[in-house]
């Protein structure tokens, strides 16, 4: 079965184009993970600081998999000092149709 969720953030006054990047970076590594499905970056359009982040992996596996990996952890360590609250939230989604 799928595991499909979401991550939002909202950059630090002055760091939106250094998560913009940090983004742009991590979507091309996670996409090219073998369980990765969807893996897409959105700004907001009335508030480009605040990404938002859909992502789905194959099975609960590929997801595991997507968590050990070294992009995913650098990309985490990044963006500490650059988003409120020093990460992404994370909102783990089930299908309902």
Known sequence: MPKTLYATMRALPGHGH???ALLIDLARDVRAEPGCERFVVY???DDPECFHVEETYR???????HMGTAHGRAFNKAIESLVEGGGSTVVMLDNVT
């Not at 099975?59 to 998999?65: C, G, I, M, Q």
Request: proline share 0%; charged share 45%.
């Open 43 to 45: 700004t907001r359009a």
């Open 18 to 20: 250094k998560v913009r």
């Open 59 to 65: 099975d609960d596996d590929a997801f595991a998999a």
